[in-house]
């Protein structure tokens, strides 16, 4: 049964019939932001049900579909999932109901071209974790781009039209660099076995001059590295979150810039794993600048919003340290960290959001003393941002220490990255704390605080989820960490070239699993 | 002095470059249409100083199509001038400037 | 019948334009006559005709062959004279265009556009290239009485005829050459001399590349597009810039990777100069437009450097890749002057930027189509322009030529910058008031749905058409 095309294109036929529905005048905006979210929420299901239906212990490939596109080229329409590729997809399938939900309060006009974007998004991110083709997979990273164009320029705050066209050059210039790229692994391919193909698999096989390896790892890690972001590439991003709306923001944060690591380490480290291993120090370098630059911009922000997004750079940093890292339990600390950080992040633009609802304001000034005006969302507030700030027992700790495990034993790196990139962790407990602080301690200053209203029932059931997530994964980290070690076993493996292995590693043993590896 | 194939290219040679000349920098309409039609004879001259050298009639019968087809572009193309100076009352190209850069 | 048969697309439109021409002469003054619907049945009935040649390699007259290649064009053109036609109907009346010449004249350059397609004898190309350039030179002054226009028309028939005798100097030149004006004759004195190729044979190259160069709107020979597309009606904008460089692109086709073949490593490296040029300086200068005609003429400036990268990588690849794009180029362009055309009223209808202005909140069918064409121009997937795009490119980088597609793919991007602007304009101004946008008929909605329609389906299942590409040159090459 074609699950996984089912749950990519599910979304796409969902927005097909909300099309249909006629909404000129907005009156059947409830109905409409009904069915987008039960669509949503059937999407959601089926990623469960991939979940389901994985087989933890398997190395390959799972729910593989496989059919010929464009046969000129040997174009395949060719996807697969492994550990890693699932926890980004159920988490792609869990944030965009909640988005949907959060934003039925914001978003009043144009609701059913706004949840058609949101689902054909959807669509387009599924994709590409789960796209096994190059082309595939290039095809829906440039699908992207549209929808989330359209969700900031038309739905966004004020500056919104100068944020959506940066975002979308940006990253456009960085991934055509990569189309070029991807057309000369084909043509290379082409030259040593006859046939072109995109099938990433074959193209691990490939055999790729030095010289040409380089400049094709460039092209791909530059693209990837835009869309990460990565100090000095990151000046998009900024824009890009405060002038999105609440739910653009989130699914920003929460998945799209996932895609950029998740290229990393599915494309642009296992394609070309000598030229990585060659650039990875540099890489990372300016993976720790970020984090500490993030952090230190962080901390200056006036506006809620921008602190969050300068706070994504920063904790992205820690993500591609890990990758650079090239050990099991670095890479295996980014990728729960990718997890984490969509938690994480998304849930606090969620809450950023509901403040901004309420007041129309995002800067800390404004506010004050929230506590005792609004208890319910300050609680939630705390442990997402104990969450951020990798407090242990909540999901970020598990993460942060595992890059800084891998990254302190690497071949590949010196001991000072792990150094600064510690600081990075007390510079965010600062920066959060502080303005938590501002923002929900102390006395209410502001007169105009004191009349807000505390969680309504939608907004509990938009927060709840991702808080409980925060805990659960803080708590039993092995539930997702298990299915995602085979996978980054064999990236790793890849890049120093052993043989895989395809023994798991057991639930029975510590909650970090990759300390047996090494 | 035998009029050899080479004076004949010559002749054409002078002749289109005359009117490349002539479009370039003549300012009335009319006239740049009379050199646009000199290049064109130049091209019948050398087409017909070909089919000479190559002992044909190929060069020549093309060299009668290209009269005819002149001839077609020239009734267009004066119908045009027409259309422009009855909106611009002016045959000087530059005063025709509607459109910039 | 092997003559005829090779010609009948071409007859089919002949007689209709004949056709045409007669209707409107015996039409009575005032008196409403579906002249438009004659044309369409002609062009209809070519494409059919073209579907029954297939493959079967007719020769006409010794000078036309019908062969999958010229089919394969013939097809493309028909079917923007269709759209043409469709969204002509709407608008001819509300510009004060003369219907009846209008017609004639669309359809009597359509058969010189399947002419140039077929031809294989450089007098027949010249005779075809006359055609459709004195039919689209009056066509784009057909509104008399706008000055724009008439500007406009004069500029692009002084250097359209100005190239035409570039192009008509090089025939001459070929034949002193070949001795021959047939394009086989010229292929074969080119290869037996291709180690000592005389002054004739550089000049012959040089001046056809001058006069197909004009005709593409390459650089430096593209100064008369800007213009031309805007004085022109923007119907006939649309008909230009899809069909004549359809034509054109095809008989440039032809003729250098026919005939001039044996010397091509000699020409390859100034075309690749010329491709990049063109395409820097059409994206780079339509940044600063606002106009948009004039926007979308610098656009189709680019897609030509795009199109001349595909005969660069001159593999069968590449061949097919300028297929391919000049169709899917031909669908989003002509609908995106569609639109335009919609807009338009009878005060409002220089095509500023200005226009567009909250379209999506007046008519939202229009600007999502509208922006459905422009993302297919900017090549997005999964939109036809991203696989034309990507099928060009692959083509250039498999032969080796990085510098071409690396150019390539960033002015993709650069003119991605311009194509929103008037996304921009359409989806995100906050300006609330109304657009005043014409009420226009079923046929031109039907016109802009199917281009919409091709567009979409060119992107997600480019297959069948790209094998036809494919069957398309393995024919001639």
Request: aromatic fraction near 12%; charge should be neutral.
């Amino acid at each position: 049964m074609a699950l996984l095309s089912f749950s990519i294109f599910l979304p796409t036929l969902g927005a097909l019939l909300l099309a249909l529905i006629p909404n000129r005048d907005g009156s059947r905006d409830g109905l409409i932001r009904q069915l987008a979210l039960g669509i949503s929420l059937v999407a959601f299901a089926l990623t469960l049900a991939l979940w389901a239906g994985f087989d933890v212990n398997g190395a390959e490939f799972q729910f593989v579909e496989r059919t010929m596109w464009i046969d000129v080229f040997n174009v395949e329409y060719y996807i697969g999932i492994d550990g890693v590729s699932l926890m980004l997809i159920v988490l792609t399938g869990f944030l965009t109901p909640i988005s949907l939900l959060a934003s039925w309060g914001s978003v009043t006009k144009k609701v059913k071209e706004f949840s058609i974007f949101m689902l054909v998004l959807e669509t387009a991110m599924i994709g590409v974790f789960s796209a096994l083709d190059v082309f595939l997979f290039y095809v829906f990273w440039d699908a992207v781009l549209i929808p989330m164009y359209f969700l900031i320029g038309v739905w966004g705050y004020d500056r919104r039209i100068y944020a959506s066209i940066k975002f979308l050059l940006f990253t456009m210039a960085g991934s055509v660099l990569m189309l070029v790229a991807i057309i000369l692994l084909a043509v290379l391919h082409q030259q040593q076995t006859g046939s072109y193909s995109f099938d990433l698999l074959e193209l691990y096989a490939l055999q790729i001059p030095a010289g040409t390896a380089n400049l094709c790892f460039l092209a791909f890690a530059l693209a990837f590295s835009i869309k990460v972001p990565l100090f000095p590439l990151h000046t998009w991003l900024p824009d890009a979150h405060v002038e999105a709306p609440t739910a653009g923001s989130v699914i920003l944060a929460g998945v799209m810039l996932k895609m950029g690591t998740y290229g990393l380490m599915r494309f642009a480290f296992p394609l070309f794993p000598e030229a990585a291993t060659a650039w990875a120090p540099f890489i990372a370098t300016l993976a720790v600048i970020g984090i500490v630059y993030g952090a230190l911009v962080a901390m200056v922000q006036p506006d809620m919003k921008k602190l969050v997004a300068y706070s994504s750079v920063s904790h992205l940093g820690f993500v591609v340290l890990g990758l650079c890292a090239l050990t099991v339990n670095g890479v295996q600390g980014a990728a729960y960290q990718m997890l984490n950080h969509g938690i994480s992040t998304g849930g606090l633009f969620l809450i950023v959001g509901m403040l901004s609802d309420r007041r129309h304001t995002r800067l800390i000034a404004e506010f004050g003393g929230l506590k005792s005006v609004m208890p319910k969302l300050v609680a939630a507030f705390l442990i997402i941002t104990l969450s951020s700030i990798a407090m242990p027992g909540l999901n970020g700790f598990v993460g942060e220490f595992l890059i800084l495990m891998g990254s302190w034993r690497s071949e590949v790196l010196l001991p000072r990255f792990t150094v600064v990139a510690a600081s990075g962790v007390i510079l965010s407990a600062v920066y959060m704390l502080w303005m938590f602080q501002r923002v929900n301690y102390g006395e209410v200053t502001n007169p105009k605080n004191e009349t807000l209203p505390d969680l309504s029932v939608r907004e509990w059931c938009v927060l709840a989820p991702v808080v409980a997530l925060a805990v659960v994964m803080g708590v039993f980290p092995n539930i997702f960490l298990q299915p995602m070690a085979p996978a980054v076993e064999r990236m790793v493996q890849r890049m120093e070239r052993r043989p895989a292995i395809t023994q798991v590693i057991p639930q029975a043993e510590a909650p970090v699993a990759g300390t047996q590896a090494r | 002095m035998t009029i050899t194939p080479g004076h004949w290219l010559a002749l054409s040679a002078a002749l289109f470059t005359i009117g490349l000349i002539g479009v370039l920098v003549r300012r009335n309409l009319i006239i740049i249409f009379m050199a646009i039609e000199l290049m064109l004879n130049a091209g019948n001259i050398a087409l017909v100083t070909f089919s000479n050298l190559h002992q044909q009639v190929s060069g020549q019968v093309f060299a009668l199509f290209v009269i005819a087809v002149a001839a077609a572009e020239a009734a267009v193309g004066l119908g045009i001038v027409l259309a422009l100076y009855r909106n611009k009352e002016t045959v000087n190209i530059d005063e025709i400037t509607v459109m910039r850069w | 019948m092997d003559n005829l048969q090779a010609i009948m697309p071409m007859l089919i439109v002949t007689l209709a334009a004949m056709a045409t021409m007669l209707a409107e002469a015996f039409r009575r003054k005032d008196e409403r006559m579906p002249i438009g619907g004659l044309g369409v049945i002609g062009l209809v009935g070519a494409i059919a005709a073209a579907g029954l040649l297939w493959d079967r390699n007719a020769v006409g007259f010794g000078v036309i062959q019908a062969d999958n290649f010229s089919l394969f064009v013939t097809v493309v053109v028909a079917v923007i004279g269709l759209f043409t036609i469709m969204f002509s109907s709407e608008v001819v009346e509300r510009e004060g265009i003369p219907s009846g010449e209008y017609y004639t004249l669309t359809l009597f350059s359509v058969v010189g556009m399947m002419m140039m397609a077929s031809a294989t004898d450089l007098l027949v190309i010249f005779i075809a290239l006359e055609i459709m350039s004195i039919a689209v030179y009056v066509l784009t002054g057909i509104k008399r009485t706008d000055a724009a226009g008439t500007e406009a028309s004069f500029k692009y028939f002084l250097l359209g005829s100005f190239s035409s005798a570039f192009f008509l100097y090089g025939i001459a030149f070929s034949y002193a050459v070949s001795g021959s004006t047939r394009l086989d004759a010229l292929s074969t004195a080119i290869a037996q001399s291709a180690s000592a190729p005389g002054p004739m044979v550089w000049l012959a190259m040089g001046l056809l590349l001058v006069g197909f160069a004009f005709k593409v709107s390459a650089v430096p020979f593209h100064m008369w597009t800007p213009d031309a597309y805007e004085g022109a009606p923007t119907v006939v904008t649309g008909f230009m810039s899809t069909g004549v460089k359809a034509a054109a692109v095809a008989a440039f086709l032809r003729v250098f990777l026919s005939a001039f073949e044996p010397l091509r490593g000699d020409w390859t490296q100034l075309l690749t100069w010329i491709a990049m040029l063109t395409m820097v300086v059409g994206t780079v200068v339509g940044v600063a437009q606002t106009n948009v005609k004039r926007m979308l003429a610098y656009s189709s400036i680019a897609h030509a450097g795009y199109l001349l990268a595909g005969i660069i990588a001159a593999s069968a690849i590449g061949k097919s890749a300028v297929l391919f794009y000049l169709a899917s180029y031909a669908v989003a362009n002509v609908g995106a002057f569609g639109v335009i055309a919609f807009i338009a009223t009878r005060e409002r209808n220089t095509g500023e930027l200005t226009d567009f202005t909250g379209l999506w909140y007046a008519k939202p069918m229009l600007a999502v189509l509208m922006a459905v064409f422009l993302l297919s121009l900017g090549g997005f997937p999964p939109m036809a322009g991203f696989i034309a795009k990507w099928y060009i490119f692959a083509a250039a980088v498999n032969e080796g030529f990085y510098t071409l597609a690396i150019v390539g793919v960033l002015t993709s991007v650069v003119s991605v910058f311009f194509y929103l602007r008037i996304v921009v304009m359409m989806f995100m101004s906050s300006n609330k008031a109304e657009l005043e946008v014409p009420p226009f008929g079923i046929v031109g909605t039907l016109g802009l749905a199917l281009a919409a329609i091709a567009t979409f389906y060119l992107g997600i299942l480019p297959t069948r058409l790209i094998d036809l590409a494919t069957q398309s040159i393995s024919t001639i090459f």
